[in-house]
């Protein structure tokens, strides 16, 4: 029966509406979340490749439209045209059959395509999707406009900037017996020499961007209103001299150029050399950049299952990335509960603020592991900082809100999304102060902004912060996004 409100309570119950409930989301059906996650601000994306960013039809129409051809037998983009199994771009995409089944080879939407794993198929995948230098500009237009889409407004992006003169220099100069000597002998060859480089690239990669996306122009696309950084990755294939002189001419990047934030090393972390070689690699690490002091680095670590590697490679490696090299993130963190010492470094990671870039969608695509099983939720257990993000969003066929939507698979709350959310622009490697003085809890904004978050327009010694903080700015807008989201919803 419904009891009728006295009218004190009645009065009340007007003058002070109930406080707004945040939703359940374990309660939503599949529609429902993806319709709400797509318009939740997600805060932004640290971990990105760009190069695995673009769908399968954009890499076939750019091929077509640079007249590149498609290696039918092998089901690959190619940029030579000789030989009986190559057909022109342009006619494969005609063709439903050849081009659909191009789609599966450039992507893990089919499990099992050619009797690969879903390890094999993804990390295989990029040798296929071969495009143009001037491509890179197009694809970062398509990711920066794809997060916009989706009320995100940041991003990281990973790129190789520089990839073979970087690693001819390492070649030429060779190992030299300790990472201090090769530092110094890569020095002495100029791998300096090579930052005018980088960033004349990092020029035309943007302006092509702004190009596409019309920026500036009427009728701009949203992708213009992203901001975005880069991060240098090196590769942990090959010879230990070649990836340490990609990292050395990344923190020299870094230093020059405003525009490139940090360090990344990626290629399978369970392969020959990246197994062989990734104690020497958190040593060059922790050289190159002063224990994460001077660069900040993120670092792949622990994207790994006992199919993958043994018993032994399983064991440590997130631990020492975090000890040894000093990584500010980690990207994957998928072992780390079958690390030595588990407890012991997770709990150092919450002191230290170390943050997990949780891939749920990818890691079911490569790893196998069921956004269920995910170790997301023991890292939210612990106090381990964590972001969501796609990782190579055009191969997995996936989108963010997609990851987030995972992430309530494995039990998160919109009190934890709200939090990935806020810890994708606060532990990001945007310059300057943020607007909150405890980043992963959000309850206290740091004095000058106390009072303000969420406000149209900072005022007083907030509005100073907001003007000369990269990152206080991206925070301002976000909560600025946040409030009008829950503002229009409960
Ligand atoms: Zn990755």
Redesign the pocket.
């Known amino acids: 029966m419904r009891r009728l409100l006295t009218p004190l309570a009645a009065a009340l119950a007007l003058a002070t509406p109930a406080a707004a409930a945040p939703p359940d989301l374990a309660k939503m059906g599949a529609a429902e979340l993806a319709a709400f996650l797509k318009a939740f601000p997600k805060g932004g994306e640290l971990?990105n490749?760009l190069g695995g960013g673009a769908p399968a039809e954009d890499i076939l129409a750019w091929a077509a439209q640079d007249g590149l051809c498609v290696d039918t037998a092998a089901l690959a983009i190619s940029f030579a045209c000789a030989g009986e199994a190559m057909k022109p771009a342009a006619e494969v995409q005609a063709s439903e059959p050849l081009r659909s089944a191009l789609i599966d080879s450039l992507t893990t939407r089919r499990p099992g395509f050619r009797d690969r794993s879903g390890h094999d198929q993804f990390f295989t995948a990029f040798a296929r999707r071969a495009t143009t230098p001037k491509r890179a500009g197009d694809a970062l237009a398509e990711t920066l406009d794809g997060l916009a889409r989706q009320n995100t407004f940041y991003a990281e992006l990973m790129v190789t900037p520089q990839f073979g003169p970087s690693r001819g220099l390492g070649a030429r100069v060779g190992w030299r017996g300790t990472p201090a000597a090769t530092r110094a002998a890569l020095a002495a060859a100029g791998i300096d020499g090579l930052v005018p480089a980088v960033s004349a690239d990092t020029d035309r990669i943007v302006e092509r961007a702004r190009e596409v996306l019309r920026c500036g122009a009427a009728d701009e696309r949203p992708g213009c209103q992203v901001t975005f950084r880069f991060l240098a990755q090196a590769l942990r294939d090959g010879p230990p001299e070649q990836t340490m002189a990609q990292l050395q001419m990344g923190v020299a990047v870094v230093a020059a150029d405003r525009r490139w934030v940090g360090l990344q090393l990626?290629a399978p972390e369970d392969g020959f050399d990246s197994t062989r070689y990734y104690d020497l690699h958190m040593q060059i690490v922790d050289l190159l950049t002063d224990h994460g002091r001077a660069t900040p680095v993120a670092l792949?670590a622990g994207e790994l299952t006992l199919k993958l590697v043994t018993p032994r490679t399983l064991s440590h490696h997130v631990r020492d990335a975090v000890r040894v090299a000093g990584a500010r993130r980690i990207?994957h963190g998928v072992a780390l509960p079958e690390e030595v010492g588990a407890d012991a470094t997770a709990e150092e990671m919450a002191a230290k603020g170390v943050l997990i870039e949780v891939?749920m969608l990818s890691n079911q695509a490569i790893l196998e592991i069921d956004p269920k099983d995910h170790p997301y939720a023991w890292f939210r257990k612990k106090g381990v900082p964590v972001a969501l993000s796609t990782?190579?969003a055009g191969i997995t066929r996936t989108e963010l809100s997609g990851d987030y939507a995972a992430a309530v698979r494995n039990g998160a709350t919109y009190a934890d999304l709200k939090t990935a959310a806020r810890n994708a622009i606060a532990f990001s490697f945007l310059a300057g102060d943020g607007l909150w003085a405890d980043p992963n809890v959000y309850r206290r904004p740091v004095a000058a902004c106390a009072g303000q978050i969420g406000a149209e327009t900072p005022k007083g010694a907030c509005a100073g912060l907001v003007a000369r903080s990269d990152k206080a700015r991206e925070q301002w807008r976000h909560e600025r996004l946040l409030k009008a989201f829950e503002a229009a919803r409960f």
Do not use: A, F
């Open positions: 971990h490749h990626v792949h990207g891939n990782d190579d």
